[in-house]
């Protein structure tokens, strides 16, 4: 199992994403309209720039008790130079491996600096209980049989 199988079962077939100077308001209605938890943010040249998460409004926004109609994207993104990402071929235990130790809950899936799409924690779960329920299936057929 790797970071494409999950993107391919779990993750969201469409990647949103936001512009830098839109508001955090607005990164907010897209997210929540989509029932996702973050936007890649691309500038006018469309090159992956940030991430914006729902862990950045908390800790960036209402912490600090910013208005997110006023706030900036760019303000409180995380800039690609600091963006925990893996390779399409990125095992499954190594994606828990580095959402765990970077206290992450989402991965950007990249491929030829191309963003292929992003996975959450929850995905990376499902995926694994749904693997292994599948086996557990198949050995419970194969005593049945």
Do not use: W
């Not at 040249?45 to 960036?60: A, C, P, Q």
Request: aromatic share 6%; charged share 15%; glycine share 4%.
């Amino acid at each position: 199992m790797n970071a494409q199988l999950i993107l391919s079962k779990c993750g969201n077939k469409n990647v949103y994403s936001i512009q830098p100077t839109n508001t955090v308001y607005e990164a907010m209605k897209i997210m929540g309209s989509n029932n996702i938890g973050s936007l890649l943010v691309y500038d006018i040249n469309s090159v992956l720039i940030g991430f914006l998460s729902e862990r950045d409004y908390s800790t960036k926004v209402v912490v600090f008790n910013k208005r997110a109609i006023e706030t900036k994207v760019e303000e409180v993104m995380t800039p690609i130079a600091n963006l925990i990402s893996v390779s399409p071929q990125a095992s499954v235990e190594y994606c828990l491996t580095l959402m765990a130790q970077n206290k992450v809950r989402h991965l950007v899936i990249i491929t030829n600096n191309h963003a292929l799409g992003i996975i959450s924690i929850v995905d990376v779960l499902n995926t694994i209980a749904s693997f292994k329920n599948g086996n557990n299936n198949h050995l419970i057929e194969h005593i049945n049989y």
